[in-house]
């Protein structure tokens, strides 16, 4: 076998599951004996390692340096032990055969006798690569057991909330520790602390968020090189408030990550209970004991207070969100006040109708098919939007919020929220809620039974082009014109009398 080029690289990766195989120091000195027989040798400068846990941790920051000076096409060929040393997962595997092909690196596994440079390498490897895939599954228990080990000595085994931080041990090799001790962030702990307190002192969670935001406190994800930095909100100090680890309780194997098929992506899923370790660690915990229970006395009071009637059944929004197939729903108002629903009709011929009529409290009895109220909306909308001089009015308006809509675009853009309304109701809803400042469409009904629509539209929303991203400001909403328009005859509903049960 011929080794190419001049600049001769190694990777050797420690696994906890494969200790008693091969150390990094063993492979390192088997593929320095491999290159030795061919009269080569592989430079420091040119060895890489990774003492990464498999399946644990996705961090290689050894792997990530070769991979660097692969791309840079700073290396001709490039010794492991044997092919899984690279990646255990079919899937990149096969990719890194393609990346090291196209960057010209000679890929040599010295155990599988696999030669990037040979005819039938690639096979060798794909079967190869398939049956470390295939043995990942059974490794992982294995694996876990060094974890398991890890956690029992109290090193870190992953990523860590706010308040505490991994330091390195040294290990033999200087230039890879050997393990993360977790150890006390004062900065992050304080600002826990601070967010106990509050709560304690009656802030709800969202008036703390508020108030962190105010004074500028670093949320956890401004701390990392996340790209939305969107400060603290109410659900990240209630994940804060929930944090186990902050009494010094601090479970491990909570939850596997899976690879989502056919994505680079990995999900969450919750392990049985049973398979969950509980370590105490006092020495870590933040908040005392007392402040613990109260803070989730209060969490539970509230949620109660919030979610559940007095005869424990979940009420308003804590009920399952109702998934409108529908534009409009949940747009009509009734005259009265109450919302119009779907009420009577079948398939594409739908009519809605007051929900205070059908329980009594209102004397509209009648209904408008839904396609005659989408028709009129859009209808409307675009008559108001493409009389003459509205463009010229809105510039004034909103010169500072962006560029404006031609006429066209703005047809346009009516035509592609009436498909949407067909297509996708539940996004278009959305779009018309925004479109109508919010507020409820209201139908009431003229001395001669006609239907009489009316709305604010918010015009500013077609006309102007903002900003990918940016809302239209308040002095936006409040420039809404009102719609107002005959819609069409009511269809008055045959009362649905009770069955007699004769
Ligand atoms: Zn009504």
Redesign the pocket.
Known sequence: MELRGSNLAAYARYSSDRQSESSVADQLRRLQEFAAKRGRQVSPALTFTDHAISGASLARPGFDRLMEKVRRREIDALLVEDTSRLSRDNADALILYKTFAFFGVQLVAISDGIDSMTKGAKLAYSVKALMSDIFLEDLRDKTLRGMEGRAHTGLSTGGLPIGYRSVPIPGPDPRTPAGFRIEIDEDGAATVRQIFTMYLDGDSQNAIAFKLNASGVPSPRDRTRHQRKCGWAGASIRVILTNDKYRGVWRFNERRWIKAPGTNKRVPQMKDPSEVITYERPHLALVDQDTWERSQRRIEETRARFTLAPDGSLKGKALPTRRFAHALSGLLH?????PMIIHGGSGAIRYYA?T??RRG??K?KRGVREGVLKRSLMAEITKMLTAPGVGDQAEKQFAELGSFRSQEQVVRAIAELEQRMERSPASARETLRELCARKPIVLTWDDQGRCVMSAEIVQALLLVKTPKGSALDAAAWSSASVLRCVVAEGRRFRRSRPRSGS
């Open positions: 009734c005259g009265c006040g109450a007051c205070g009529g409290r209102c509209n």
